[in-house]
């Protein structure tokens, strides 16, 4: 099955272009991450993408979104795509290795097994979260990590909220002594970290409405609360606060966990998958009201190096209207809250504040200019407005590409370090760690 390309191509730049194309192999694509991986083309991917996949409505939701990018009338893609339907796909790509790379974004309970296969093949891998849903399947991520190590493969999680421009700028400004001062240790009833995600069953994604596949609601494919989104949420803590270092077991301690569950009623899980009677392995999980209870929320405080956290994850069915999935964000300085909200007030858009701790004096206010002066130059345009005894930060619209479009960020870095460039020292040790640090959680909520 070849979906043809449109005839107008997108112009791209990209600093790192790889000596060699990048061809794309996309394998058993389940998730529509899979096909937002191709929502734009960039130089050194080569349009040719070979996907593996048994036959079913979750390839056809695949092709459909890509054949959607190549006819759109904006920056339409051109990609040619070479479908190979199989009940043993995954043995097939490994013997065929058309490509490169590898995108594996789909089930969650296959993702572990699938990962060691590619790189044992001598494949590059970029895998969407989370790479692991349980303990075994963290056993299977080690051992994938130790044999692209030598075979100097690159094994990269797909961690988009990296890019996002608020986040970033938190980041930045947290390193900004005159202002934030230093992190403080906290307490479980007030963590110095609060990182908190809202994400919805129904939403819109690409314009439309996305459906959902059906194993999405079962918690052995898709994973427990705790393995999903919460990846994000550790990656960033680790990332923000502890930025070029190496975090190790001895650093991490859960000291609490939990989870519960979003109510689904029938009717709200056909509207998400289209899908009129719930399947048989779904079924253990409907109470006698007929409602599903969906093992969609998880939340867990733990210490960093002593610096005390809390991760949490709520869904709900559907957004409010104008809205879709929501961040907040709080990260306490001696000197100053560096907080991202998200919600009506700030018209459901990620809005970071600068907010003192004791009442800005001159000196303070001085090193604000002084921050905000350092951090423009590598971001140009932003400047801060003070509003109520907060400066919030004026970002220019050019930085709010949105969550689709970072998956083109993610490739180009990929491409940067497939390219010669350096792969971060603390990039390996510190994906183990975030895995390491849920699956510690999860045995805790589970007791």
């Known amino acids: 099955m070849m979906i043809q390309p449109a005839a107008i191509s997108i112009a791209c730049t990209l600093a790192a272009v790889a000596a060699e194309p990048v061809k794309l192999i996309t394998l058993d694509p389940g998730h529509f991450h899979a096909a937002l991986v191709q929502k734009t083309m960039v130089p050194g991917v080569s349009g040719d993408v070979d996907v593996y996949a048994p036959e079913g409505p979750e390839l056809d939701r695949h092709l459909a979104m890509i054949g959607e990018f190549n006819r759109r009338s904006e920056n339409p893609t051109r990609w040619q795509i070479r479908v190979h339907k199989s009940p043993d796909y995954l043995a097939m790509m490994v013997r ?14 296959k993702k572990s097994r699938y990962i060691l296969e590619c790189v044992k093949a001598g494949l590059h891998v970029l895998a969407d ?32 909220e990296r890019n996002e421009i608020t986040t970033i700028l938190q980041r930045e400004f947290s390193r900004e002594p005159g202002v934030f001062g230093d992190i403080v240790k906290g ?12 994400h919805h069953y129904s939403k819109l994604v690409n314009g439309v409405p996305l459906q959902r596949t059906p194993w999405f609601f079962d918690p052995k494919q898709q994973g ?21 270092q190496i975090i190790i077991p001895e ?50 405080n733990y210490t960093l190096r002593g610096i005390h956290a809390k991760v949490s994850v709520k869904w709900a069915f559907e957004p409010p209207i104008g809205a879709g999935d929501t961040h907040d964000s709080i990260l306490r300085g001696t000197k100053a809250v560096l907080h991202i909200r998200q919600g009506a007030a700030q ?54 590409i ?26 390996v040790p510190n994906t183990l760690a975030k895995y390491r640090t849920l699956m510690d959680a999860w045995r805790v909520s589970r007791h």
């Open 96 to 109: 065929e290795k058309p490509g490169n790379l590898v995108v594996i974004s789909g089930n969650n309970a």
């Open 129 to 160: 979260k989370p790479m692991a849903i349980d303990p075994e399947g963290f056993a299977l991520i080690e051992e994938a990590y130790r044999i692209a190590g030598e075979k100097k493969l690159l094994l990269l999680d797909i961690m988009t």
């Open 187 to 198: 307490s479980p009833e007030q963590p110095a970290i609060t990182k908190e995600s809202v």
């Open 224 to 244: 427990e609360a705790i393995m999903d989104v919460t990846t994000h949420l550790v990656d960033l803590i680790q990332w923000e606060c502890f930025p070029d």
């Open 251 to 300: 650093d991490v301690k859960i000291v609490t966990a939990r989870t519960w569950s979003t109510p689904i009623t029938l009717d709200q899980y056909r509207r998400a998958t289209k899908i009129d009677a719930w399947p048989d392995y779904l079924k253990p999980l409907v109470g006698a009201d007929g409602v599903l209870q969906a093992a969609g929320n998880g939340e867990f």
């Open 347 to 400: 018209g459901y858009k990620p809005v970071l504040s600068i907010e003192p701790v004791k009442s800005p004096d001159p000196s303070w206010r001085a090193s604000l200019a002084d921050s905000v002066a350092r951090v423009s130059k590598r971001y140009p345009g932003i400047s801060v407005k003070e509003t109520e005894g907060r400066w919030e930060l004026q970002i220019p619209d050019s930085y709010k």
């Open 402 to 427: 949105g969550h689709e479009a970072h998956f083109r960020q993610v490739i180009e870095r990929f491409i940067g370090f497939l390219n010669g460039g350096k792969v971060p020292d603390w990039e």
